[in-house]
């Protein structure tokens, strides 16, 4: 595909489509599909934090129908093991040699349900898949799928059994997004629909609008959006300040810089923007930071939040004119 106006235009309606199809199945998460598609223009993965019953898991599942997208579902328990992730050597006994087993990470889309359930050896067995987009075992690498998107769930209020992610990898994902209960209208639209029939496992009725190609085009397209100096001292402007900021410990890096840049690209082309601005920047600031950043001991403490710390530095950074 060539990246002519016509052809934009044609991929970006495509990828509004998606929205339609999702909605089909999920309703009142509107937030939580627009950071999916920006996701997945960013090549990054996304980190879905809600409590059980909000549709977390259904969404993933109809984001990757409505693509057309092959997805592996994985169930992270505590007796999980990174083989069971990445796939391992078996050994076949007719050929007296050892053949390599994938997991289900050679997938499009991976689901890696309540991902903080599982103890840090496991979690960290996705830290390669999801930087590199390959696994490697006995010396061989062996390469993912492409498009490949990691949408991991967990849930913010069970502690119990769980383990938090490693800092190492919470960096790996580019999004993170809360996942709440639906308005009231939304809320009485889920009710009627499962008043009429409507199973979450059924999602026959939706269609795929998109595919590989039309995605990878999409990513493409998305990456080349234009980029001011001005804006990239802006970016790096917002990132410094959270180092300088007093209730922060842990600030956002060069790599939360890049990142943020991704996000704020595509964001700007699902728009039709031919180059990203402020606003774009703005818009995409807290979900792409929010997991990235560590409060000293004493600002928690206190009550002090880490969307709050995003917010007072967006409102104290200059905006370039």
Do not use: C
């Not at 390599?100 to 349900?113: H, K, M, Q, Y």
């Not at 061989?140 to 383990?163: C, K, M, S, W």
Request: glycine residues 8%.
């Amino acid at each position: 595909m060539t990246e002519s106006s016509p052809t934009d235009e044609a991929l970006r309606s495509a990828v509004h489509d998606v929205r339609t199809e999702i909605g089909k199945a999920v309703v009142g998460q509107d937030g939580a599909v627009t950071g999916l598609l920006v996701a997945l223009l960013a090549r990054g993965h996304v980190l879905l934090e809600g409590v059980p019953g909000v549709a977390k898991t259904l969404l993933v599942r109809a984001f990757s129908r409505a693509l057309g997208l092959e997805t592996h579902r994985v169930q992270f328990t505590p007796d999980l093991m990174p083989g069971d992730v990445t796939g391992s050597l078996v050994y076949d006994a007719r050929s007296g040699e050892f053949d390599f087993r994938e997991g289900p990470v050679f997938t499009n889309v991976l689901l890696a349900d309540e991902i903080n359930r599982t103890p840090p050896k496991t979690q960290s067995a996705l830290l390669e898949a999801m930087e590199e987009r390959q696994v490697s075992a006995d010396g061989v690498t062996r390469a993912l799928p492409d498009p490949f998107l990691v949408a991991a769930t967990q849930n913010p209020i069970e502690h119990e059994g769980t383990y938090d992610l490693p800092e190492a990898q919470l960096d790996r994902f580019l999004l993170k997004l809360l996942i709440d209960a639906p308005a009231r209208d939304a809320e009485i639209s889920v009710l009627r629909r499962h008043a009429d029939g409507f199973r979450p496992g059924d999602l026959g009725a939706l269609r795929a609008v998109v595919d590989a190609d039309g995605i990878r085009a999409a990513q493409r397209a998305a990456a080349s959006v234009a980029v001011s100096d001005e804006l990239l001292g802006y970016v790096v402007d917002l990132a410094r300040a959270t180092r300088e900021a007093p209730s922060v410990q842990l600030g956002a890096s060069p790599r939360a810089a890049t990142a943020l840049l991704a996000t704020a690209k595509a964001w700007a082309w699902l728009g039709g923007y031919p180059a990203i601005t402020p606003d774009h920047v703005q818009t995409m600031l807290t979900p792409t930071w929010r997991h990235r950043l560590r409060l000293r001991a004493e600002a928690e403490f206190e009550g002090v939040t880490v969307d709050a710390v995003i917010s007072s530095v967006l409102q104290q950074t200059r905006v370039p004119i």
